[in-house]
Structures are given as C-alpha cells and as structure tokens.
C-alpha cells in the first residue's frame, strides 16, 4: 500500500512537481504556509514591539537573510548534506567546546562564540540542524529498524552536543536538540518499547536530576505549580502571561490595545512570551488560527518527509519537522503555564534571528530532499 | 523484526509512513492540550484574568487633602502646609537596592543618616507598592537633576507632598502641638480608608484634639499605571476636602512675652482670658521644634531631644504636675471663711512655727528661724494671704473637718481635668482620706490637712490649672473652662461644648471681694517697713500701672527636716523648690489671668512675680494705654 501511495502522486502533487518553484527547489505548499505564519508573526510583532519602525525593520531583514537560508539549502542537492554530515556534526561539537571554554558570557550563561571580533554567532543553534543530520546520516546505510548497537550510538551522538549546550546552562536549547535527534531514532524504527522503557528510567532517575539542575531551574520548576508563592519574582512572568492570554478573551482586546504587553507587565513581550501577546491582542481566535497553520506546516512537512526516496532524507525531513513542534510546544506550554520556563522562542514568530535561520534553512532543507532527482 | 540485516528500503519507507502517521497524531493530541488550555484561560477564566488584568494597570490612589490651617486670635498663621518633594523608592520595583541608592547618591545628597532612616522606613508596615521616602525635603535643583536622570532607574520617584510648617518653630510647639509621621500603632488605630493617603496625623496639642476637623477627607484618583508604576492616564478623580481652618484663642504677641519673660529658665506660663477662659498664651520651655519632626531629624538629634534631663518635649503647662505651694491658700481662705472656721476679723499670733496640741512635730513657716524669734507677729486673713503666713493656715487647717475643706476645694476642679479642648491635659491630684487608705494605705491624718493648708503634701496641679484658679478668684467665684478653639469656619464635631461649670458655692460677693483686696495688697502693699509689705510688692508693685492681684508659691521639692534650714546653695538643681505666682489683672476689671511656675527657680515672689509682671504688662499696658480715656473703674465682671 505504501508502495502505491509513493507511485501515484495525487494530480495537483504532478502538476506542482512540474510547475515553475520546483524547478527551483521550493515546495509551494510549504513556502506559502511557512509566508503566512511569518506574515501573522510580523502584524504581532508591529504590536509587540511597540511600534518601533527601528526594531521591526530590524526583523525584515532578519528574515529576510533567513529566507535567503531557505533557498540557498533548498538549493544544495541531498548528496551534499549526506556526505558532509559527519564533518558538520564534529566541526559543530567542536564548536561547542570552544564556547564552554572561550565563549562569550551573557546572563550567567556561555553560549556564543566572538567570530574575529565582528559578529557573535551561537553554535548550539546550528546544532538543531547538525545533530540530526549526523544521525540520519549514521543510519542511512544501516539496516533499519536499528539494532540496539546501531540506537547507542545514535543516543551518543544526541547527547553529547546536547549535554554540552545544557552545560552552558542553555537548557532550553539543549532540549530542542536532542528531541531533534531523538526524533530521527524515533522515525528509524525505534522500538515502542524500548521508548517505554526509557521514559521509566527517566521517571526514576528524575529526583536525581532534580541535585543537577541549576537553582534558578528548579525554582522555575517549583514556580510552575505555585506561581502565587513568589509572585513578584519567579512566579512574575507566569502570572503576567496567563493574566495576558486570559484576559484576552475569545476575541482578544484588539492588535495594539494589549494594556499588559503596551504596559510592561508581560515581561519578554517581542521574544519567547509573544504568544501572550497573541492570546491577550487577538484572543481565542487567534491563537486558534496560529495553531491551525502550524499544524499545516507539520503536517505539510511529514508528507514532504515520507515521500522522500531515500533512509536519510526521511529521517532527516522527518526530524526537522519534529523539531519544528518541539519548539512551538515547549514555547506554547510554557508561556501558558504547562511547562516550566525555558528560554524557547516561538518559532517564526518570536523576535530575533538565529531561530528563524535555523527553522528556515531546516524548511531548505526538507524542500531540497523532495525536490532534487532521485532523493 | 531484527532478523533481516540487509537493507529492505520498501519495508523501511512503509515504516517511516506509519511512524509519522502515529506522531502526527501525538502531534495533534498535544496541540489538542494547547487548545484547551487556552480555551480554559480565555474562555472559562476570562473573567478572573480579565479582573486580574484591570487591577493590574488600574490603580486606586488616595489624595491625600489639604490639612486645615490655624491661626491665632488675630488671624496669625501658626500651623500651615508647604510643598515638600521627596525621593521615594518603590522597593519592590527596584532591582537592586544597594546599587539603586549607590546610584542615586552620585546625583543627590544621601547621607549615611538617610539610608539608616531610610531603612527603618522601610521596616515599617505598609502597603505594597507603597513608595518609600529616601530623601526628605528635596531642593529645587535636585529635583531637576532626577527629573532628567529618571529614566535610568526603576522603581524610582520624586513626589510632591503638602507637609505641615510650622512658621513659629519653637514658640507655639507645646500649644498648637504638631503633627507626626503616621507609624504602625497609629494604622492600628485610624480609619484605614480615610488615612489612605495620610503621612502625617496630629500627635500633640491642638493637632491631636481637632485631628478630626483639621484632616479633611480624602479623595481618589484612578490612574493606569505601567509595570513600572508610572502613570500613563488618569482615569477619574475625585477630589479631597480641605481639613477645616480654625483659629485659637492663642495671642502670639502675648505667646511671645510670655516666652521672653521665662527667659532661659523652665518653666511654664498660662495665661488665660477670664471672662471666657480662652487661652491667650501656654508656654512650656524648654521646647523643641516641631518642624524637625516633619522633615525629619538625625537620630542623635533626636536622642538629644528625647533624653534630655530638662525633658524639652514635656508640656510642663499642660502635664507638669507640681505642688501649688501658698498659691492654694486663698481656696484654704475662702473655706475657712465659708466654714466659720475663721472669720476676716479673727487674728493668730504667728511666732514662725506651728505645733499640733500634745506633738512635738515643728510646722515651719517661711520666715522660722532657728533661734525661732522669726513669725508674722498678729495675723488675720488679710496679712495672712499678702504675708503668706504658713502658720496662719496650719492653724486653719486643723480647725476644719476634713471633708469641709476639700468638699469646698473641690468645687474649683482640682483633681480634674476642666479644659474643654486641651488634648491630654493632666487632672491634677487632691488627696482625699479614702484616695489616701487606697493609694498609700494610711488613715488621714491631721499633718495632711496642715500640709494642704499651705498647698503641699498630695495635692498637685498644673500650671493650666492654676490659671484656671487666677480666673476663678477674677470671676469671683464663676468658672470658666479653660479653651483653645476661637473660631472656626463651620462647626467642628470635636466642639461639642461640655456642661457648664456651676458657681463657687459658700463665700458671698464682700468675701471674694475681701480676698481679692488681700491679693492686691500682695503685689502693692508696700513701705510699710519689717514685715509689712506684700511679699511681691519689693519685686514688682513699686512702678506698676495698674492694679494687680495676685500670690505667690513656693513649693518644696525635697522634704527638710526637722530643725533644719533650707539651704538653697547647698542643694542639686533639681531638688531646688519651684516658684510659683498666680495673677489676675485689672484687679477690678480682669483682662487677663495667669499662673507662672519657675521650676526650680527659687521663691515664688522674687521669681515667678516679676515674669508674671512682664506678661501681664505686654498685654494690658498696650489696651490700658489706647483704652484710657474710656477706662471706668468699679466695673465688674458679670
């Protein structure tokens, strides 16, 4: 049955796969979803920021270079990225080392790298994309489902970058990471029981975690479940950014009418808690339909994924499409109240550039495995 | 499944497919979570976010109203408000503390004094968001250096506030009073809403009775505020009342003689208008300056003025309680007289001492020396009270009941407090037999009723009250209640008027009549050679220019024993008796009536007389002056 599905394409999927973008590489569907969400996200920012005609156009040309991302990895043929995957992977953990040792210290924090002075750049980033690359890589000529050998050292591969980037502490990070590559182990046929298997290891092992985190994680953690205990310090972000959503309503208070974005009170307004934002600007509603083209993309993206013809195209498109969700769960949860706070932006929304360069050269990616011959 | 080691891509693609088909609906289940729990927040919560949201930018603040403002009699300003501007921090928009105020005071002046007040402000109860003044009375200048440095820090502000000045500084601190800070036993006790936005509430005098009608109500503001607490619209407002303005009896040129004439020294003065018992003047020196507790003193300032042995933040006038000393002898006069205990014809033979029948306990009068030739010679009433003869009034003493005496002595309100609107005036204290078998559990004996006679012993009073005894013995025999309030612009609530005092009852008209001549004759009976004259006519009778009545007191503050002199040189300071005179004057027309106590000052005529002289002069000899062509003597009170 799968194999029919693969041979005959729907009419629209052979119509586009001859039309003008594929011949450029970009997938339509994907492109014009992946517009919408970054139009949606750039009226909010209008609000979020302010108004700032500084700040925002600061942002067009972030994602403008981030567009231009997409397209540059859309263009490179898979073949590419099979054969320096290995490369990438151990220049990128490289990288990290250098940061733990060399790094530049923001926050209390280790985790950019000063490039000749000019311009800092943040290697665990591009780890999202380099991790799991590797592991699709280390499976793509092996027989799947992997063996228990073969799932070692793919774990080994995760975590040990991921290990490196929580040690900065950028936890946030480090979890996108290695659900990325967990993502790939997952998709090559993991065993179900054996994810059993792990998630009870990791419920017992949790109050030994609890000794490792940092104290301002564990009062994160703490926060989540009793945010009115601290309410002017750890508990001042969740309870802002509930009060935002909620009194958002189902309509919302309109775009610029936000009083606890436009009054400071939702703390981090434009970065990681701009879904707030959303919620108290544009409601219910809103919130619905960001949700809505989000699950468009990922469902857009696995379809990309399964119809690639080859182990590490799959792998690798599936686990960039995981990835995407990580990101927006984890973000969305946490600005919520769900989750505990963890620095996670949402992606193709939050202001800043290097997520979006990521999440961008990802979808490059994910359209250059399905559009480029015989992959 | 493991079994194949070969590579089978169909199997793998077909595996792929279900494994993104599963996690896609995780997917979609998770994102299902997402949704409800904004469903939950937006839809079924709404209610509470949207209240939490509006408490959050919407802020109640209470303005605080003007306080009214008081004036003496002839419309001076004693208590008045001034803008102040202070720095405040709102600490719990502040990052950093330390930082902040290290910051702050490379723009202002913060002494190390202001960060210690400062931080015991700050352990004070109070609202949250309460801001928390660092720095008191701001100068114009600092206030634009922060005003353009504001934006660098948060949680920072400068706020203008009206505080209380008074403009007299010290001269009126113990008779209008002054306001304090509001403190944490002071929020037990006041209303909550109507001291919302209250920094000050009246702790002393004046300030304190009429707290009231001075406050005002307090009005509203709703304002949005940022996360920063800075206010980005005004809502609504409703505006406060002005506390109510009043104006005092209070006579601040006489307030200032009377000052004068106390000179250095401690003491007190009352003086009051007899005919409606108005306070004209009510000084208690030493003073302090009220204003200091305003704008806020160093803490050694304060210890300066809180444990200082001559207590400067004591109201002698008002809480001093002393013996009267002689000044209580012509009350014992009168009862004696009312009693038929004596009468004005009668005459003693004073020969400087006084012994009970059958004791060998020696009763001294002023004059007892100790080859005991000192004494008065042949005393009636008259040469009684203008001698001041002790031994005269032992006698009298022992020949009343106990209970005629002080039923009579009662009836001027000793032991009570009379004023109408003097805020924690001190009653006093007359011992009576059954205060004394409670109090010191002894019977009474007749050496109580000898030391009454002469106004020692129990009986204490203040110097409030002996001004109200002068306008008794002015009003011949009609009490008035001492009074602050002259006026005001609308009733105040606090002025509900207490009864009015019945007459003295006992003595007729001739016997007040003949008692006043007896205290004239103090103050002018003069060249009349050895023990003739009135004993303050040497000090003050020989150039006065008009007719003054009055006594003298001198009260013990230490016993003396038997068969010894009392030896001022040789005594401390502070075991030094006080000095006392009470006066009223014109004799036949009072204008005015006034009590003086030196404390520790020595003799009552040779001391007390001559300040009390100087006040009275400051007040009558400007009216006798312009009012002497249409004077008539002969005139009484009603």
Redesign the interface.
Known sequence: ???D??RSLPTHERVLRSGGLYRIHIDPWLFLLVMTVVACGLVVLYSAVDQSAVLFRAQIIRLGLAFAALVIAAQLPPQFYVRWAPYIYVLGVGLLVLVLITGVSVKGSRRWLDVAGITRFQPSEFMKIAVPMAVAWYFH?????P?FKDVCVALAIVLIPAGLIVAQPDLGTGILVAGAGLAVV??A?L?WRWLGYAFLALAAAAPGLWYTLQDYQRQRILTLFDPESDP?GAGWNII?S?????????TGKGLLQG??SH???LPEARTDFIIAVI?EEL??LG??VL?TL??LI??RG?YL??GA?S?FG??LS?ALV?TF?VYL?VN??MV???LPVVGVPLPLVSYGGTSALTLMAGFGIIMAIRTHKAW | MVTSAIKDPLREKSQFIQRAVILFVIIIALVGILVFRFVQLQVWEYQTYQTRSDQNRIQVQPLAPPRGLIFDRHGELLAENRVSSSLDLVTERVESLAQTIQELGTLVSVTPADITEFEGRLKRKRRPFEPVALRLALSEEEIAILAVNRHRFAGVEVTSQLIRHYPYGELFAHAVGSVRRVNEDDLQRLDPVTYSGTKFVGKRGVEKFYERSLHGEVGYQHVETDAHGRIHQLLEKESPVAGQNISLQLDSRLQIAASAALGERRGAIVALDPRSGGILALVSQPGYDPNLFITGMSSNQFKALSHSVYTPLFNRAVNGQYAPGSTFKPVVGLAGVVHQAVDWEETIEDRGFFKLPGQSRMYRDWTWTRNNTGGQGTVDLHRAIYRSSNVYFYDLATRMEVKNLLGFVRQFGFGQNLAVDVADASPGLLPDPVWKQGFKGEIWYPGDSINMGIGQGDLLVTPLQMAAIAATLANRGRLVRPRMLLSSDAPLPEADPPPPLPRIVGPSAQDWEKMVDAMEAVVHRGNKGFRGNGTAWAYIGRDIAYRMAGKSGTAQVVEIRQGEEYNEEELDEFNRKHAWFIAFAPADNPLIALSVLVENGGGGSSVAAPVARQVMDAYLLPQLKTAAVSQRSGRRPR
């Not at chain 1, 000529?141 to 489902?145: A, E, G, I, K, S």
């Open positions: 049955m799968s194999r599905f693969v000529d092996r027989p799947l489902p063996s997952v998709l046929g065993p002017l802002q509930t009060t935002a959503i909620g009194s958002g309503g189902i009083t606890q009054l400071d009170f919620g409601g219910l919130v619905l949700l989000y699950l990922i469902a696995l994924a399964a013809e182990t799959r792998l599936g995981l969700f769960f969305i949860a919520s109240g769900l």
